[in-house]
């Protein structure tokens, strides 16, 4: 997997299952994790048209995405899974100073 891309495997729903309307991200990064029981994936639309993808980077099987110039603006999320199964998620969003 190449970072900053939105290629991998994984089961997704068509819509995204957040779409968070995000203002005064300047001079901010932001890291954005899941939680899970299962193996979980992250896909995420940016409000600059940027896709990211990830599976593992969170460590035991859950993904972690950390944008580091953040634009004000439409954040689409998507929690998946990579292997199709369902289970219970919890997904984080955390501000960090550049």
């Known amino acids: 997997m190449r970072p900053g891309t939105y290629q991998g495997a994984g089961y997704f729903t068509t819509a ?6 995000m203002s005064g991200m300047s001079g901010l990064k932001l890291e954005i994790s899941v939680v899970s029981k299962c193996d ?3 896909l995420i639309n940016t409000a600059s048209a940027n896709w990211y993808y990830d599976d ?8 972690r995405i950390t944008l580091t110039r953040p634009l004000d603006g439409y954040l689409d999320v998507w929690v998946g899974t990579y292997d199709g199964d369902y289970c219970d998620a919890i997904l984080e969003l955390e501000t960090f100073r550049r």
């Open 16 to 21: 995204p299952d957040f779409t968070f309307d």
């Open 40 to 42: 979980s994936a992250l």
């Open 56 to 63: 593992d980077d969170n460590g035991n099987m859950d993904p």
